[in-house]
């Protein structure tokens, strides 16, 4: 696939990276400095360059969201309509200094950003997982026995996408049901989030917990 990421920080540049080595063609879009952008292409080989967001999204089978909340609506305008494409957000509704959701329990990030853009196809994926371990995922992803990563979308197209990208990166993809399921999957990411960085082994022991 043709994978535009927006917003190359933790998870977009890790992610990105690993669905370049997987073979799909990756634009990495959104940061800071056009050369981190750049650095990160570079070391992502051939399937991979940058961009800008819109250049990200231009053609894309699939995006991936992956700034802080409070990014995501200078991403959509920078990224345009995303009509008809796939988005995939990882990115959880947290407020400026990450001690809370800003989005919850009626509603979720996930919807609201459906609402934002309601001719993107929008699926929730990678969320739950702490980008330290996703290159020690990726690198046994050919073990019989993967970890598993949820997922929740009411978009057909958007659910096959999440499914295929999640398993290239090396886990086992669990449906977690349509997008609204998202009210229930952001608590549980904040709650694995906080695991992953309180104590020693926190993001390894983190993922574990994803089929509970
Ligand atoms: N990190 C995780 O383990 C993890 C796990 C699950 C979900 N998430 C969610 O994923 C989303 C992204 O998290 P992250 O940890 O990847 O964040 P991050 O490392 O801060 O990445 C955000 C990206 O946005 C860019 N950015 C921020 N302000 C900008 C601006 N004014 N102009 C241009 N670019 C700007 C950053 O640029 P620079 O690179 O130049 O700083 C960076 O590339 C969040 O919603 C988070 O809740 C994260």
Redesign the pocket.
């Given at each position: 696939m043709r994978v535009g990421i927006l917003?190359?920080?933790?998870?977009?540049?890790?992610l990105g990276t690993l669905f370049a080595r997987a073979g799909h063609d990756v634009v990495f879009s959104?940061?800071?400095?056009k050369g981190?952008l750049a650095r990160l292409a570079r070391e992502a080989g051939p399937n991979a360059r940058a961009g800008s967001p819109a250049e990200a999204a231009e053609g894309a089978d699939a995006v991936l969201?992956?700034?802080?909340?409070?990014?995501?609506d200078?991403?959509l305008v920078q990224a345009g309509s995303l009509a008809g494409t796939v988005v995939v957000t990882?990115?959880?509704?947290?407020n400026a200094d990450?001690t809370d959701l800003v989005i919850a329990h009626r509603t979720s990030?996930a919807e609201a950003l459906a609402r934002k853009r309601p001719k993107a196809r929008v699926v929730s994926a990678?969320?739950?997982?702490?980008?330290?371990v996703l290159f020690g995922v990726y690198e046994r992803r050919r073990r019989k026995l993967r970890p598993s990563l949820l997922y929740c979308g009411d978009d057909k197209r958007a659910r096959n996408a999440a499914v295929r990208l999640i398993e290239d990166v090396g886990f086992d993809p669990v449906d977690a049901g349509p997008l609204r399921m998202a009210r229930n999957l952001e608590p549980f990411?904040l709650l694995?989030?906080q695991l992953?960085y309180e104590g020693k082994g926190g993001?390894e022991l983190a993922y574990r917990f994803e089929r509970l």
């Open positions: 917003g190359s920080g933790l998870m977009g540049g890790k959104y940061a800071r400095t981190k969201l992956a700034v802080h909340w409070s990014r995501v200078d991403v990882c990115s959880l509704p947290m990450d990030g990678f969320g739950t997982v702490p980008s330290e990411t694995i989030a992953a993001p």
